[in-house]
């Protein structure tokens, strides 16, 4: 019955789609038993939205959702829709409770509260709306229905029409991204857009497959889709976004990834945003003297841009959407956010001479074909003398001797140029551009005090994360925190002598860290056998190591997984044994070879000394289902002498 009124009601937008009656039909089909470990269950999930030639969205939202336990009771007590007031308008039209007796009692609207979002480092006036549902049972259900228009970011131009402020900033068109995933069960979602027939719209269904019928009705088209019995997904560890997985569709009245890179450098032109100001030249210039060439030039304002303007977004009234800051406002606050700091890079880069205009992309998550607004953050590229673009983010390098950081790689990416650009995708990044090192020599005494020397250093991310403890520190800290990672190994450790380059000046030379230190009952010393685990390939600064955290229990994956990015581990380590000591052999994947990860890990005694050598290489930061059984097995093989001592016999 409900999937029957479901189905038609696509046909006639704004019609109601269940009534109480039909509702409690559904509602008593829904038996918690079949459901034993979820909270709740969503009878139905209907959105129904309607495009105005100018793009403006009416959209129609339609629940239904049967409580099973008292954590669902706990969660559906209050109804909650976020928005932005700039660019949207939200009402929660009705509401009303189902009991398990079949009583429907309805909920008073009029009380509906309206607050400003819970916000942390980005302050743009985000609102919720709230409705308090009140004390649930399990067996109960509720309702509601919502009506928004408008879209998620904020215009550039004010009006006297108060429905101005929703048209979409690429005015006429329509896009949207619809999960037909759910983190509780649902037997039915639908979704339906109707549009004039003069917008076609080109979609796609992404990771698989929905019911849809396309029907005309005079002067209008309307597209519709459905999906029955979703089931939630199962999470693996570290697994790639749910949008990349999970079944989805797109759809958009653009007509490709071109007229948004056109209309994207358009909009920011026409409003100025890059426009120079004696100040900004003046401050070009300074940062510009030591530059001896073009590299140094783009490699000084980037890394100015990215150190000095805070990642912070304060409420800057109109412009919060898809147009940049002008660069004389996030020169005189010093902050902003993704799109603050690519703009004043732009700015700066053309006070200096250079072509530079902006990009959008999409941090975390994976770029389909279909021209619907897939992003999240804001970047810059800047025009070589060669005629190549180069991509640029102020707001992932701070501190760090990347200009684009290799955290995106594998990652897509729309330039806003005047020749236009389609949707391109950053390259992998080598493993050697994240080389982490350490060298060490120590000795082994015979009452099991190890004592010692090690020097740390890395390039790119790695770098980076070493770095991490001072950058990501005060300066007060810095000293406890180089302490915490040998102290986090063995607790008793004492650190004799340590020096560090200076941090601060990361532009000139990758960070370098010696340490001296004596460790006393380091080693588990028997009466003819020694236990211990060499300290450098013990997860010494574990934080330039990430994949040693990964869980390898699984044999297989169903999605792909990421990491954080490509790298190169390079550890040497020669141990000085006690005299009469032999290291007995143990039966460790000295070598494996693979496309995706790689390791040669060699333990060899000379006389009285151990030489510990571990190289293993992971290939990229983004890693298909097929690829875990390589990537597993290379961690697996790392953590081999993590996890199990060397054992030393006397002979």
């Not at 009124?5 to 789609?17: G, N, Q, R, T």
């Not at 005090?449 to 520190?473: H, K, N, P, W, Y």
């Not at 450790?493 to 006393?520: C, F, G, M």
Request: net charge neutral; with cysteine.
């Amino acid at each position: 019955m409900l999937k029957k009124i479901l189905l038609s009601s696509l046909l006639i937008p704004m019609l109601a789609l269940a009534g109480p009656d039909e509702n409690l039909q559904v509602l008593r089909k829904i038996n918690a038993k079949d459901y034993p470990s979820d909270k709740v269950v969503v009878a139905y999930d209907s959105t129904r939205v309607f495009v105005d030639p100018s793009g403006l969205s009416k959209v129609h939202i339609h629940q239904l959702f049967k409580v099973l336990t008292a954590k669902g009771a706990l969660e559906k007590r209050v109804i909650t829709f976020g928005y932005d007031p700039l660019s949207a308008y939200v009402e929660i039209q009705s509401a009303a409770i189902y009991r398990k007796n079949g009583d429907v009692i309805p909920v008073d609207v009029s009380k509906v509260n309206d607050y400003p979002a819970p916000a942390r480092a980005i302050y743009w006036g985000a609102r919720e709306k709230m409705v308090e549902i009140g004390r649930l049972e399990p067996g109960d259900a509720v309702e509601v229905q919502i009506f928004r228009k408008g879209f998620t970011y904020a215009l550039l131009q004010q009006s006297t029409d108060d429905d101005e402020r929703y048209i979409p900033p690429m005015r006429g068109q329509f896009y949207d991204i619809v999960p037909f995933w759910s983190s509780d069960p649902m037997l039915e979602k639908v979704y339906s857009v109707n549009v004039p027939n003069d917008k076609p719209i080109q979609y796609e269904v992404y990771n698989g497959q929905l019911r849809s019928a396309v029907a005309f009705k005079g002067s209008r088209v309307l597209y519709s889709f459905a999906s029955s019995n979703i089931r939630p997904l199962k999470t693996e560890p570290g697994m790639v976004a749910w949008s990349d997985v999970a079944p989805k569709l797109l759809l958009s009245t653009s007509p490709d990834w071109k007229a948004k890179s056109l209309w994207f450098y358009g909009v920011n032109e026409d409003f100025g945003s890059f426009a120079c100001t004696p100040e900004i030249q003046q401050k070009t210039n300074s940062i510009l003297k030591e530059a001896r060439n073009e590299e140094d030039s783009i490699a000084l304002l980037t890394h100015w841009v990215a150190d000095e303007i805070r990642y912070s977004g304060i409420s800057m009234g109109k412009g919060e959407g898809y147009t940049l800051h002008t660069g004389a406002m996030n020169f005189a606050d010093r902050c902003g956010v993704c799109k603050d700091k690519a703009g004043m890079l732009i700015t700066m880069l053309r006070a200096a001479g250079f072509k530079a205009y902006a990009a959008m992309t999409m941090a975390g998550e994976r770029i389909d074909y279909i021209p619907a607004d897939q992003f999240n953050h804001s970047v810059t590229v800047v025009k070589q003398r060669n005629g190549s673009y180069k991509i640029l983010d102020p707001t992932w390098v701070p501190f760090n001797r990347e200009l684009w950081s290799s955290l995106e790689q594998q990652q897509g990416y729309l330039m806003g140029v005047p020749e236009g650009a389609d949707l391109m995708e950053t390259p992998i990044s080598q493993p050697e551009n994240h080389l982490f090192k350490m060298i060490g020599k120590s000795r082994l005494l015979p009452n099991g005090t190890l004592e010692g020397e090690f020097t740390v250093t890395g390039e790119g991310q790695s770098e980076a994360a070493v770095r991490g403890i001072f950058s990501g520190a005060w300066r007060s800290e810095w000293e406890k925190n180089l302490e915490k990672e040998l102290l986090r190994m063995a607790p008793q450790a004492i650190i004799l002598e340590k020096s560090y380059t200076n941090p601060d000046e990361y532009l000139k030379q990758p960070i370098l860290i010696k340490v001296k230190y004596r460790i006393p009952a380091y080693a588990l010393v028997g009466k003819k056998d020694i236990l211990f685990k060499p300290l450098l390939v013990s997860g010494l600064f574990r934080r330039a190591q990430p994949q040693l955290s990964f869980n390898t229990s699984t044999d297989e994956r169903k999605y792909a997984f990421r990491d954080r990015c490509s790298r190169l581990v390079d550890i040497s380590e020669t141990i000085e044994l006690p005299e009469g000591f032999t290291y007995v052999e143990k039966d460790l994947p000295l070598n494996l070879m693979g496309d995706a990860a790689s390791i040669a890990t060699q333990l060899k005694q000379n006389g009285t000394q151990l030489l510990i050598t571990q190289k293993a290489s992971y290939s990229k930061r983004v890693y298909e289902a097929t690829e875990w059984a390589n990537f597993k097995g290379v961690v697996q093989a790392q953590t081999k002498l993590l996890d199990e001592p060397l054992v030393l016999v006397k002979k």
